[in-house]
């Protein structure tokens, strides 16, 4: 967080800024410099800035990141889809580099892979039902297979045996339902001849880098807006080698409304924890998450999260301002797993009567609890009891006062008595109302909860 930053601050005549603020690690200042080049042609000035703004993005501004970003952070919640040949193997997207397969074996799934007609229907169905406001597709993985009609290859989908472009199916399926929808696209690739010799061979890396960015653009260009431009794996180059500054720029020049994640090499818009909810400090951030162990279709992974573990990672992403990309694997023809199903459907349903108290959420500090997690809206702390207690649920340590409690979807109101270290709400039912069950708290200001503080005020006048 101490590293020096420089900031290129572009002319108010200008047509658009390209850059603001780059962390100046070794990484970033390759990207910087071919950034800077491209602004001082437009006559923008270099100048080093202190490290308070690593948070901001590289090829926008922050305001006009906020702009862009809103529906996103009210969205909270959408659906990840890994689907592509390793779909039709069923054992892993990683499975042609983990088994070792050679290029040209894999090659001849190309021919295997046959979707069923409106299988992205299905999908943005579920996602809707789930209460996801968005969902984000491989248009092409690490094996190289686009999903998409590419004129720089006949390794994609309207080539081989699909004989469809299947994300297109899948924009119009999003869109039929009113759902954002983003593109994954992988900048490594382990079917392009140039995918690994370009690290090495000046030549290779033109034309794979040539190769990317075209791809890129079709996907800007031939889809209408598009939402989110969701990168991954940036091997083997870096970010002045990807040409990533370039790149994005021109991807905003082709969708000024998209945001685009921090996998090539460049902050951009939002972190991407993976497997795990971590909150980003001064960014927007985004935990992605696999329904079982694996990404794509792995037919005997069974190890399914439950749908009480779902909701419990939807309220912690909510509770730290964060957004939470749940991922479905479908089957080679583009089923979806019934156990997705059936996970999602149950998250729907609790999604359905308590949405808003994710949706609508503030970041949120109160967190401590034995069964209980929160989120917050203004000065309603919303509290989600995951185990049922019994009777008689208890919050200890906040520092409000309470002036009403309510079982959140009925409205129904709680009994509750408060002290300086415990507020229990009593005469609830022996078992559990709800999968998670939801009370909203009304509070006297910013809900907040200092086990410290109280821990030293708390009376010590025992008698044993
Ligand atoms: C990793 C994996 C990949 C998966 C992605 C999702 O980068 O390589 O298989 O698509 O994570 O975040």
């Avoid at 006009?64 to 040949?85: C, S, T, Y």
């Avoid at 580099?97 to 409106?118: C, H, S, T």
């Amino acid at each position: 967080m101490n590293a020096d930053l420089i900031r290129v601050h572009p002319r108010k005549s200008a047509a658009k800024p390209i850059q603001e603020a780059i962390p100046m690690n070794r990484r970033n200042y390759l990207a910087l410099m071919s950034a800077a080049a491209g602004a001082l042609a437009t006559g923008a000035k270099l100048e080093l800035v202190s490290a308070q703004d690593a948070g901001t993005p590289t090829t926008s501004t922050v305001e006009d990141r906020a702009r862009r970003m809103k529906w996103w952070h009210e969205a909270k919640f959408g659906m990840f889809i890994h689907w592509g040949l390793y779909s039709t193997l069923g054992r892993h997207e990683w499975v042609m580099e983990n088994e070792g397969i050679p290029a040209k074996e894999y090659e001849q799934y190309a021919d295997r892979f046959k979707p069923k007609p409106n299988f992205a229907q299905d999908w943005a169905r579920l996602a809707k039902r789930a209460g996801m406001k968005y969902m984000v597709m491989t248009s092409k993985h690490h094996e190289g297979f686009c999903n998409f009609d590419s004129k720089l290859t006949n390794y994609c989908a309207t080539k081989k045996a699909p004989g469809r472009d299947l994300v297109r199916e899948y924009v119009e399926a999003a869109r039929a339902e009113g759902l954002r929808f983003g593109f994954y696209y992988s900048l490594m690739d382990w079917h392009h001849p140039d995918g690994a010799r370009c690290l090495k061979d000046e030549a290779a890396r033109r034309r794979f880098v040539d190769y990317i960015h075209g791809q890129v653009r079709e996907l800007m260009t031939n889809y209408g807006k598009v939402d989110i431009l969701w990168y991954d794996v940036p091997w083997p180059l870096d970010a002045k080698g990807w040409e990533s500054v370039e790149m994005n720029t021109m991807v905003r020049k082709l969708q000024p409304d998209i945001i685009i994640n921090n996998r090539s090499k460049i902050p951009e818009d939002f972190d991407t924890p993976e497997q795990r909810i971590e909150a980003s400090a001064n960014r927007p951030w985004e935990s992605c998450m696999t329904l079982n162990d694996s990404w794509g279709y792995h037919i005997s992974d069974r190890n399914w999260k439950s749908p009480t573990t779902v909701i419990r990672n939807l309220v912690t992403c909510a509770r730290d301002g964060g957004n939470y990309l749940l991922n479905i694997g479908p089957t080679e023809d583009g089923s979806i797993p019934p156990e997705s199903v059936q996970v999602l459907t149950t998250v729907g349903d609790w999604m359905s009567r308590h949405g808003d108290t994710i949706r609508l959420s503030d970041n949120c500090q109160p967190r401590r609890g034995n069964y209980v997690t929160y989120t917050r809206k203004g000065n309603t702390l919303y509290a989600h009891v995951y185990y049922w207690p019994g009777e008689t649920v208890v919050i200890a340590n906040l520092l409000n006062k309470v002036s009403s409690v309510t079982m959140h979807g009925s409205n129904a109101p709680v009994k509750f008595e408060q002290d300086d270290f415990r507020i229990r709400l009593t005469g609830l039912p022996k078992h559990a109302p709800e999968l998670l069950t939801t009370f909203a708290l009304e509070c006297d200001g910013e809900p907040r909860q200092s086990h410290e503080s109280k821990r030293a005020e708390k009376p010590r006048d025992v008698t044993a």
